[in-house]
């Protein structure tokens, strides 16, 4: 059992560091979209563009968030087992 928790405490470190870095690299203000309601193509592309940025910075800021999470748990269950 102290090995496992050993392991787990370790996976902790770092699933809760990884998840930092990636907050902390990955995580920017999500853009907002041009102001016409009815664009031109050009501006229904921007659009698209930014949308789909937009996508990319909720999904690195998901992954680093369950990262963070998942080592909470690691933590508390080494806590618990030891």
């Known amino acids: ?18 998840g930092s870095a990636i907050l902390f690299y990955g995580s920017y203000t999500l853009e907002s979209f041009s102001a016409g309601i009815f664009g031109s193509p050009e501006q229904q592309k921007w659009d698209n563009e930014v949308k789909s940025r937009n996508r990319s910075r909720v999904a690195r800021q998901r992954i680093g968030l369950i990262a963070l999470m998942v080592g909470f748990v690691c933590q508390f269950v080494s806590t618990v087992l030891s």
């Open 1 to 18: 059992m102290e090995s496992i928790s050993h392991i787990l405490a370790l996976l902790s470190a770092l699933l809760g560091a990884a």
